[in-house]
């Protein structure tokens, strides 16, 4: 028993263990922005329309910080912000444009701070021009003391188990390719810097500005063109980069059309479809300057919300933001209403269905919020199964290991019975319609008795009586427990048409049959009841240890005013007793 109790022991390890591996697996949930174009707001526009581009652009990332709080402040965990480059800082004094963004995050509920810089950033996408890029970063951590900001084109950072690799794509287009050669030397050592912080085996996402896709602006000309324009030699070392397995997803900004579907994986615009893989890995984040985007209604502006697993699970969500029309009554608002309402309460299945329904709203702002509404229960849901496996997995190994330890002890304290010689007396079976089968049994057990009182210099042989009472066992067959039993039985309906009554009355008899000794005997009497025999097999299971023929007369074992046929049967029972008695019988077969 003690190795089985070691063997519960470490099995309960496992589970607890198992359920601890479950709940906390390696995932890393952020928030991702980018193009916020703070500095060049009027670049492509008029003097007016850039002072109104200047304002929508700030209130485009005073939306991204303040809708990021409000995730953290419901309780979703949001390990980091990443933003993946162009502030627009390519003309201004970098400690000028630290001093400018940093009131921005330090409203930032979330303290560590990632960053890239993106082609915008530097003077004319020059390489050389990264320095004033670093003194901004340099600058805006030493403004922010109480968030970690970190330039990941400079250091990589691991978090929950996945490591996070900046790749400094803001040269890539190369002037549509006109720099391509002079610029491969900087963007050739970039992607080797690259290649060796992707660890083996360690998941990794890499964060970037330019996406290596096509982009989707065609300009006054109308012509595809590809985002990234670098040189034949470090294009293959990027695609070798991206087809490792330890990288999960690819996350970049860069593009400013106001077609949603460019941010949610869809190439149908694309003319150039991306390969499997790249496509698959992947993510661009919508901007959060107006840029390019005006006079589009709806907008295609604001963030990505992303959850990636270090198993290659990647749910990236895109938080739309727009104004807000006063005089328009927000089409399934109700819905999302209920939604929320039932979510608080982690109502999570009927939160869902609302949220599905929700999802067909036209309106920008309900339909993001049921997008991720819908995804968040989603995941909440799936978690909650994952749990249930897990605690019922835990309950039914329990109840193995709990009926095989019952098994176990029952077996054994069996075995023991067995060897002691103590068995079970069966009702015996009539080979004659008038045979008193019921005195017989009590006649028999009533004989062992007397026998052990006679040779009581003998060893102990205790013989089970019809209660069973040697074993433990709660019922009896001949006086009357058994017709309990079955009424028991009887009362408990059918199931499906399996007659479960059935079955449950049947349990003792298959007790007995496997675990204990069973004399099975067979009475009839003759003679006007005068004279009786017996035949009598000792059995385990499907194997007859010992077999007896008795017969006995009335004038063997008279008693005054005793009816023949009870002297016949107790002189039987007599005969039979002290067979069993005086063989020493075991359930050891030879």
């Known amino acids: 028993m003690r190795s089985l109790g070691r063997v519960f022991l470490a099995c309960v390890w496992f589970l607890v263990a198992a359920g601890c591996f479950t709940a906390s697996a390696q995932t890393v949930t952020f928030v991702q922005l980018t193009d916020a174009h703070l500095f060049d707001a009027g670049k492509h526009r008029t003097a007016q329309a850039g002072y109104q581009d200047y304002l929508d652009n700030r209130s485009g990332l005073e939306w991204a910080v303040s809708d990021t709080n409000r995730l953290v402040a419901k309780g979703r965990c949001i390990d980091f912000v990443a933003f993946t480059g162009d502030f627009g800082m390519e003309d201004v004094d970098p400690k000028d444009a630290a001093r400018e963004v940093a009131p921005f995050f330090r409203a930032l509920m979330v303290k560590k701070i990632l960053l890239v810089p993106g082609n915008n950033d530097l003077k004319g996408e020059d390489p050389g021009d990264i320095g004033r890029y670093q003194t901004f970063v340099t600058q805006l951590a030493q403004l922010l003391p109480e968030h970690r900001v970190i330039d990941l084109t400079q250091t990589a950072d691991t978090v929950n188990g996945i490591r996070l690799v900046g790749l400094n794509s803001a040269t890539f287009k190369n002037q549509n390719g006109k720099l391509r050669t002079t610029n491969s030397v900087p963007q050739g050592v970039e992607m080797r810097r690259v290649k060796a912080e992707i660890q083996p085996n360690r998941p990794t996402l890499i964060f970037t500005h330019i996406p290596d896709l096509e982009d989707p602006y065609r300009g006054e000309s109308n012509e595809t063109r590809n985002s990234w324009n670098i040189a034949s030699e470090i294009q293959g070392q990027w695609e070798g980069i991206i087809n490792r ?24 615009w694309a003319s150039k479809k ?45 938080r739309w933001f727009g104004y807000a029309d006063p005089d328009a009554i927000p089409d399934k608002d109700s819905i999302l209403l209920q939604a929320e309402t039932e979510a608080n309460r982690r109502y999570w299945e009927r939160a869902l269905s609302f949220y599905s329904q929700a999802l067909s709203s036209t309106d920008p702002g309900v339909h993001a919020a049921a997008e991720h509404g819908y995804l968040y229960a989603r995941d909440r849901m799936h978690r909650w199964h994952m749990w249930k496996r897990v605690i019922w997995g835990g309950l039914i190994f329990l109840g193995v290991l709990t009926i095989a330890v019952v098994l176990y002890r029952v077996a054994k304290n069996s075995k023991t019975e067995r060897d002691q010689g103590t068995f079970v007396i069966e009702t015996p079976g009539k080979m004659t319609t008038d045979a008193p089968v ?54 408990i309906p059918d199931v499906h048409g399996v007659k479960v009554g059935k079955i449950f009355e049947r349990i003792p008899d298959i007790y007995r049959y496997i675990f204990k000794l069973r004399l ?56 039979l007793a002290s067979d069993i008695l005086s063989q020493g019988v075991t359930g050891r077969t030879a």
């Open 438 to 491: 019921e005195l017989f049994g009590a006649a028999l057990v009533q004989a062992s008795d007397e026998i052990r009182a006679v040779y009581s210099t003998e060893r102990l042989l205790r013989n089970v009586g019809l209660s069973d009472a040697g074993t433990g066992a709660a019922f009896t067959v001949l006086s009357g427990a058994g017709d309990v039993l079955k009424d028991i039985a009887d009362s």
């Open 274 to 318: 991306p390969t499997a893989v790249e496509g698959k890995k992947t993510w661009v984040a919508p901007p959060l300057a107006v840029k390019f985007q005006a006079d589009a209604k709806p907008q295609a502006r604001g963030l990505l919300l992303v959850t990636a697993g270090s198993d290659g699970e990647i749910v990236a969500v895109p």
């Open 520 to 575: 099975e005997c067979s009475l009839g009497v003759y003679d006007n009841g005068s004279s009786a025999c017996v035949h009598a097999s000792l059995r385990f299971r499907w194997t007859a240890v010992k077999t007896w023929v008795e017969s006995a007369n009335a004038a063997e074992r008279g008693s005054a005013g005793e009816p023949a046929q009870v002297t016949a049967v107790k002189a039987l029972a007599w005969k």
């Open 245 to 268: 397995d330890e990288v999960l997803g690819v996350f970049a900004g860069h593009f400013h059309d106001a077609r949603r579907a460019v941010y949610m994986q869809d190439y149908s």
